[in-house]
């Protein structure tokens, strides 16, 4: 029996785990103490990887779909089918006339998204479009269009902390474990959410209406403010345009962002007092709660200058940057610009900084319109965009338009169901590469370390990577990918860092590759033009947009689009995460499924008894957009207005309830939190 110590990518947390091998065979994981992301605990996901990895559901050799049945085929044939389509494809419609998707998984397997990258620049096109199209993305941008850096919390050292729009326990639990931990040592909690999670019930509850949080965060600041309670020296010292804030904020009293937010005004005020006193202090926000709604980059900024005036910089247990490490960039550069860059600008290119993304919602409808010009073929890897991108039916017409569909992954997800040909992509746990990397865990920790191999892949699967290199050769870019095994990858990757594939071998668990460094902009500044925290964005203003974060009603709003609320009475959020699956993934995995069977939708008792809904009942869902049958969860836990549907399940799926057309114009990120529904008992 051999014990090997790697971290699981089965999520952005990456835990490490010791994996039990025995005779090429995992017989068993558990958590690895030493580790300092989850100190041996794992959630269940990470205690049934034998399971997920063995399952008879992994693909295990390419296949191609013929009229409708799925036909075993070898990669030589497969990989020659692909490189004569896409050839074909690129003469007769230019090489932009290909889309390559990576899902969230290309995000904490980092090799997949880079060599998706390197593929696409090798064939020439502009469009690599990933879920950073509505996950993520958009708060390093909002950040770094306000401080010149990505700042974040530093939980070690915090007294207060201001919970938004995020419910660890389910989605980062090592993230739950250190805000308890600094609750026993005295820190205080506030909670931002429409549902009271179960960290609210242990600190102090706002329980907002969803997609209000910009209002709710310009009403604390008013009262930080006109109490003058603020950090006056860093203010004066540090930012710009805090004397347009002042006024700006007039307009957010307590008593009016009562009314737009349903939160009482003697709570805002008194969290507001809170979190000014209590320092240092740090929100720490969800990853797509604020970001999933109209006002996503405005909520963002507007909790980033919350920070600011309470002097919550670059200070131990505030909002603090660290120095990301450099991997060997494998972009090929496109002269062409991306999909969605014209609509979305500000999301694409930025004081001279352009991201490789495209604009993954802009796709179906180009593809449905050919407009500006044909897309003729996709390519997926890691993801499983036909169930997680809004308005599901209009993804899946997108992708039956196409002339070839390719989708790489584990298991037959409902976008592979929908392709050309399959290829069968090992686990994490078949190939070694980069893991823990830091800007992908966000658990704040500057920390690296080896993914190890851990058993051979299974079947005829092979690793992300060595797909795009194999396609690559046969498409004649193999100069491009000289790379013929894990370890010669790694070293590569690693180049620019300073770390060799030598020490991380050396490391069990990986090492710590440089320190948290406070007050960096008393030695450096802020990188922005002003030099300073940017309250006031020229850069908004420029593009168009209100330079000062205000409060702007989601589309469908019970206030404004009264009509609509009339039919559609009740506030539809998706996508809250559980412990036991990651997105559409994992459903597969029996012991899962016993313990999380279906989808459920959460509703207050009170509006249940409204509807005659008994808990346990199966409900009709409707939007604008279509109709779902879920059964109903009964629980005092959810704001009497609201309704909430996880995502990622085919049977009772929200992105067919949800509307790609709605969006945040600043970031084009799709709104669905806050969306207007109805239910109807069946
Ligand atoms: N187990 C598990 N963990 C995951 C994932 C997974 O699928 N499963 N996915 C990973 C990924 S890719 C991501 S992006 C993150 C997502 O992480 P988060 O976005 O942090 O998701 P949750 O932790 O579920 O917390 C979202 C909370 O926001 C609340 N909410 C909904 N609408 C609003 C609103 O309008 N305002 C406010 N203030 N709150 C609102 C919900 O009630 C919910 O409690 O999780 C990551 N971790
Ligand atoms: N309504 C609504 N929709 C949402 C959200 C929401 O809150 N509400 N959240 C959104 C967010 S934040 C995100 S990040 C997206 C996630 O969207 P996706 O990334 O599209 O969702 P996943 O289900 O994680 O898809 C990952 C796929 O990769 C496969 N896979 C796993 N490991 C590997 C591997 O090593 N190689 C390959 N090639 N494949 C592998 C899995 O089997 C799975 O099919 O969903 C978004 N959709
Ligand atoms: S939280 Fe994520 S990384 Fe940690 S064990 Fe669970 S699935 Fe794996
Ligand atoms: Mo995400």
């Not at 969230?104 to 880079?114: A, D, K, N, T």
């Not at 009709?620 to 704001?639: M, P, Q, W, Y």
Request: aromatic fraction near 8%; proline fraction near 7%.
């Amino acid at each position: 029996m051999e014990i090997i110590k790697t971290d699981c990518a089965l999520c952005v947390n990456c835990c490490g785990i010791d994996a039990y091998v025995d005779k090429g065979r995992l017989t068993k994981v558990e958590g690895t103490k030493e580790h300092p992301v989850n100190l041996g605990h794992l959630c269940p996901k990470g205690e049934r990887l034998v399971e997920y990895v063995y399952s008879e559901d992994r693909l295990k050799y390419p296949m191609r779909r013929d009229n409708g049945e799925w036909k075993r085929i070898s990669w030589d044939e497969a990989l020659d089918t692909i490189a004569t389509k896409l050839l074909e494809i690129k003469e007769r419609f230019g090489a932009h006339a290909l889309a390559v998707y990576t899902g969230s998984v290309g995000v904490e397997h980092l090799e997949i998204s880079f060599f998706a990258q390197r593929f696409r620049g090798a064939y020439g096109t502009p469009n690599f479009i990933t879920v950073d199209s509505g996950c993520w993305r958009a708060r390093i941008l909002a950040r770094l269009l306000t401080f010149g850096t990505f700042p974040s919390e530093d939980l070690e050292n915090t007294k207060c902390v201001m919970l938004w729009g995020h419910n660890p326990d389910e989605s980062r639990f090592p993230v739950a474990r250190q805000i308890r931990k600094a609750m026993g040592e005295g820190a205080k909690l506030i909670v931002v959410d429409p549902r009271r999670i179960p960290l609210a019930k242990e600190g102090i509850h706002l329980q907002l209406r969803p997609g209000t949080d910009c209002a709710l965060a310009l009403g604390i600041m008013n009262v930080i403010i006109s109490e003058g309670l603020y950090d006056k020296e860093f203010v004066e010292e540090w930012t710009f345009g805090f004397d347009k804030l002042v006024e700006h904020l007039k307009h957010y009293t307590p008593e009016k962002v009562e009314e737009i937010t349903w939160v009482p005004a003697a709570d805002i005020k008194r969290c507001a007092r809170i979190f000014a006193t209590t320092r240092p202090g740090g929100i720490v926000q969800g990853v797509c709660s604020l970001e999933r709604q109209k006002n996503n980059m405005q909520n963002n900024r507007a909790l980033a200058i919350l920070q600011t005036i309470t002097g919550n910089i670059d200070v131990p247990g505030g909002w603090v940057s660290t120095n990301a490490i450099r991997l060997t960039d494998l972009r090929i550069p496109v002269d062409e610009e991306p999909m969605g860059a014209d609509e979305y600008p500000l999301f694409h290119k930025a004081w001279g900084m352009t991201t490789p993304y495209g604009h993954a919602m802009v796709f179906p409808d180009m593809v449905l319109s050919e407009k500006p010009y044909p897309i003729k073929a996709l390519i997926v890897a890691g993801g499983n965009p036909a169930v997680t991108i809004p308005d599901s039916k209009k993804y899946q017409q997108a992708l039956e338009k196409l002339d070839l569909v390719v989708v790489m992954d584990v298991v037959m997800s409902e976008t592979a169901e929908l392709a050309d040909i399959v290829l069968p992509a090992s686990s994490f746990l078949e190939q070694s590469g980069i893991g823990d990397f830091p800007p992908v865990a966000m658990h704040g920790l500057p920390y690296i370390m080896l993914r190890r191999k851990v058993i051979e892949p299974l079947g005829e699967s092979w690793p992300d990577w060595k797909i795009w290199s194999e396609l690559s050769r046969k498409m004649g870019y193999g100069q491009y990918f000289p790379w013929q095994t894990d370890e010669e990858m790694i070293e590569m990757l690693l180049a620019p860092s300073g770390i060799t594939l030598k020490q991380l071998m050396d490391e069990p668990i990986g090492l710590f590759y440089t320190e948290k460094n406070y007050d960096r902009y008393k030695k450096k500044g802020f990188r922005t033009p002003s030099g300073k925290i940017e309250i006031f964005s020229e850069t908004f203003k420029d593009a168009g947009f209100d330079p000062l974060p205000a409060h702007r009603e989601p589309t469908q709003s019970p206030i404004e689009t009264t009509e609509l609320a009339g039919e559609y009475p009740l506030i539809l959020i998706t996508g809250a995460r559980s412990l036991e699956y990651i997105h559409g993934q994992l459903r597969h995995v029996p012991e899962l499924r016993r313990i999380a069977p279906e989808a459920l939708m959460e509703i207050h008792p009170s509006t249940a008894a409204k509807y005659g809904v008994l808990d346990g009942e199966k409900v009709f869902v409707e939007t604008k957009k279509g109709r779902i049958k879920i059964r109903a969860k009964l629980t005092e836990d959810i704001a009497p207005q609201v309704v909430s549907i996880p995502h990622g399940w085919a049977a009772a799926n929200v992105n067919i309830l949800t509307d790609i057309e709605l969006r945040d114009p600043i970031s084009g990120y799709p709104e669905d939190k806050g969306l207007l529904c109805r239910i109807r008992k069946i």
